[in-house]
């Protein structure tokens, strides 16, 4: 079993900037792409960003490109999310998900973290 652990949610201000991290329980983080996902109230789970295991792929929301970069740091089991220029609408939980291929993470099963949430205030 694989534990997800999101964190570095807060709460800024619109044009403000977060770093999101995700860990896992077990050193195992360099075997899997990684995808971030945000729940908002109301809304279904929507893919936000990923990275292949190597991070030679990256993909992007149209809503977060040019704002958004995910990153990792596989020695430190360690995936990124650096938020900036953050808007209201980007309020949400946001989970960090393991997946076999970038291509395939926003269908396919993977191990879940519980969300760290994050509110932009206007």
């Known amino acids: 079993q694989v534990q997800l652990v999101e964190s570095g949610g807060g709460s800024v201000q619109a044009g403000g900037s977060l770093r999101l991290s995700c860990t896992a329980s077990?050193?195992?983080?360099?075997?899997?792409?990684i995808a971030w996902f945000l729940q908002a109230p109301g809304r279904d789970r929507e893919f936000v960003a990923a990275?292949?295991?190597?991070?030679?792929?990256?993909e992007y929301a149209d809503s977060v490109k040019g704002r958004f970069t995910i990153s990792r740091d596989n020695a430190n089991n360690t995936v990124y999310l650096q938020m900036n220029s953050l808007k209201p609408e980007d309020t949400a939980v946001y989970l960090c998900?393991?997946?076999?291929?970038?291509?395939?993470?926003?269908?396919?099963?993977?191990?879940w973290g519980q969300g760290t949430q994050v509110t932009v205030s206007s």
């Open positions: 998900k393991t997946g076999i291929r970038v291509g395939t993470i926003r269908t396919s099963p993977g191990y």
């Open positions: 077990r050193s195992i983080l360099s075997l899997y792409a």
């Open positions: 990275i292949s295991r190597l991070s030679e792929t990256t």
